[in-house]
């Protein structure tokens, strides 16, 4: 007997596409209809910052979660460039671009996030630009490409992608950020003081401690970036690089229950039981961390899109993934697994040597410690260990203490440290 349920998908992200994608693969014959505000089709975001800008022009095409003809081939109704302007809970209804009324048995959101923007003179000049979707890569190549001067507004994993691309290009780069280091806030002084001896080292420029407050230029074109100090920085481009937002306007509109993101369960459940939410957008009730947490990368689209699929079908889903995600500079490579916010830990440990030295980069693993528990560990340029870093973390979570100084020995396998 034909399923005649329909569930509706609303984001056409990389989350959205893998749970269509899972949903097909897991035998469900009812209706898909996968809608995106955007005209492309899913695709992954870390290709535009990590290799597409650097010129790769084969990135752009890779970023694509399937190839054209997928959605048809699965009978997935694809439904890019419109936008769902409402949401009945209490109808099973959403409402499309205004006008067409859709009903759902099941609806999943994946609607992601979007730039946070900055409100300030001059961001209509032309060479102002954010990176967040392959239309806003698109317009950024070309100008770094020919740009002499570029300044990056924020020292985020996106800002410093962007200034090592800009400086494999040719620029001159100059960095603008609040904090006192790169990056403070998400890896602590200890490990944010090596991505700024990493991008010094590669000749970019830092202002710590400082804001924009004017964007100026000639004819509409950039020139000039102005600091809050009034420092005047010459600029061809600058890149606004201050951070993401959950897109919870439409959980809003529907009465779920939304704080930094829509608030779902381990089992990626929404406060309305036909409705669940994955990816950027949501904050969830983590069962290993045992806090609720938001996370923008990624993996946790890939895997909660993958989890929220086999949700849909009413199987048991407890998403506990330990947070990953991974970066590219210059010939640094990086992959970082846990969570561990700065003050919550009570020391670094490293195994083997952080430090720049005569412009080489260094390769080590960092341990995020407290009370002997291994909290989050980063692999830098050493490769095939985030299984067993991921052990670490899961262990340490979960109340495991390690041998701080096996842990610190390169000549101790980490999978022998939880043996």
């Known amino acids: 007997m034909a399923d005649e349920r329909t569930f509706v998908i609303v984001g056409a992200s990389l989350a959205g596409a893998k749970a269509a994608e899972t949903l097909r693969a897991e035998g469900f014959t009812g209706r898909v209809v996968l809608i995106g505000e955007e005209g492309e089709r899913p695709y992954e975001r870390p290709p535009l910052s990590k290799g597409y800008l650097q010129g790769k022009e084969e990135a752009r095409e890779k970023a694509f979660v399937h190839a054209p003809d997928f959605y048809t081939g699965h009978d997935i109704d694809l439904r890019l460039a419109t936008r769902v302007t409402h949401l009945d809970p209490a109808a099973h209804t959403v409402t499309i671009d205004g006008v067409e009324v859709l009903h759902y048995d099941k609806l999943l959101l994946t609607t992601g996030s979007r730039v946070r923007t900055l409100h300030i003179p001059g961001t209509d000049l032309t060479g102002v630009r954010y990176l967040r979707t392959v239309d806003e890569a698109d317009a950024l190549l070309p100008h770094l490409r020919t740009a002499a001067n570029v300044v990056v507004i924020g020292a985020g994993w996106i800002g410093l992608e962007t200034a090592a691309a800009a400086r494999q290009h040719g620029a001159d780069v100059t960095v603008v950020e609040l904090g006192t280091l790169p990056l403070q806030r998400v890896l602590g002084d200890e490990l944010a003081t090596v991505f700024a001896d990493l991008h010094r080292a590669n000749g970019v420029r830092f202002h710590f401690g400082a ?21 005047e920085l010459p600029a061809d481009v600058a890149v606004i690089g201050v951070g993401i937002q959950p897109n919870t306007e439409l959980a809003v509109d529907g009465g779920l229950d939304v ?12 406060s309305d039981p036909s409705i669940y939410a994955a990816g950027d957008v949501v904050n ?4 290993l961390l ?26 048991d889903v407890t998403y506990d993934r330990v947070p990953y995600f991974f970066s590219d500079q210059y010939d640094l490579g990086m992959e970082y697994s ?9 020391r670094v440990v490293f195994r083997g040597d952080p430090a720049v030295k005569d412009g080489k980069t260094p390769e080590f693993i960092a341990f995020w410690v407290q009370d ?48």
């Open 211 to 231: 804001s924009a407050r004017e964007f100026r230029g000639t004819g509409g074109k950039l020139s000039t970036v102005v600091l809050d100090d009034g420092t």
């Open 259 to 270: 704080d930094n993101g829509i608030l779902v369960d381990a089992g990626l459940h929404t």
């Open 284 to 287: 969830l009730a983590h069962p």
């Open 290 to 315: 045992g806090r609720r947490i938001r996370v923008e990368h990624w993996a946790n689209a890939l895997n909660g899109g993958k989890s929220a699929g086999l949700a849909l079908l009413d199987r």
């Open 338 to 346: 846990g969570y561990a916010e700065p003050g919550a830990y009570d």
């Open 372 to 419: 002997g528990r291994v909290l989050a560990g980063m692999n830098v340029n050493v490769w095939d260990v985030t299984d067993d870093i991921q052990a670490l973390v899961r262990a340490g979570w979960s109340g495991t203490k390690v041998d701080l100084t096996r842990l610190a020995d390169p000549t101790v396998p980490l999978a022998e440290l939880l043996g």
